[in-house]
């Protein structure tokens, strides 16, 4: 099955500095890449996903970068504010089933005042 | 809409005990899933439905069971609770299979 890796697993910055959050993934098939934030005891809210057919989407103060040839796709917040601070997670899927959606591990996101 | 909703939020179980999770939504969505999430870890899914009366093995479907009488509702079985069932489990729907945005609240469950 499909293996995604993120890094790094804690982040800390600044406010109003820009935070970087890589993944991984292993399966070439691999379609849509959605991104979830999840703040401490609350249940994952997706915040933006991407389809493989476009390599950049941008929502506001968040944006997510994919690139398929290297098998790896990214989520940048600029301007982080201290309600940044969550665990994000990153997910790959090949859209052929719900069993075929996969989870990385989560980035600790700090954002200090 | 309340969304998708869960209960119980907590529940301490004994070894060898049985309990079910329960999962309703009020959005009319065929797509419904269990994960589970354990410290520091992202969600593995249990089981998942596509519609009433059909249900589908996720990546950790061993000791628990699922059924999906109607649209609404998802329950989750655990038989002969185990402490490696000790875990968060979140309840989910969807419009589209696989891009999931409605989330419950969660259920935390330890078992002794």
Known sequence: GENVEQHPSTLSVQEGDSAVIKCTYSDSASNYFPWYKQELGKRPQLIIDIRSNVGEKKDQRIAVTLNKTAKHFSLHITETQPEDSAVYFCAASDQTGANNLFFGTGTRLTVIP | ?112
Request: aromatic content about 12%.
């Open chain 2, 1 to 112: 809409n309340a969304g998708v909703t869960q209960t119980p939020k907590f529940r301490i179980l004994k070894i060898g005990q049985s309990m079910t999770l329960q999962c309703t939504q009020d959005m009319n969505h065929n797509y419904m899933y269990w994960y589970r999430q354990d410290p520091g870890m992202g969600l593995k899914l249990i089981y998942y439905s596509v519609g009433a009366g059909i249900t589908d093995k996720g990546e950790v479907p061993n000791g628990y069971n699922v059924s999906r009488s109607t649209t609404e509702d998802f329950p989750l079985r655990l038989e002969l609770a185990a402490p490696s069932q000790t875990s968060v489990y979140f309840c989910a729907s969807s419009y589209i299979l696989d891009r999931i945005e409605y989330f419950g609240p969660g259920t935390r469950l330890t078992v002794t």
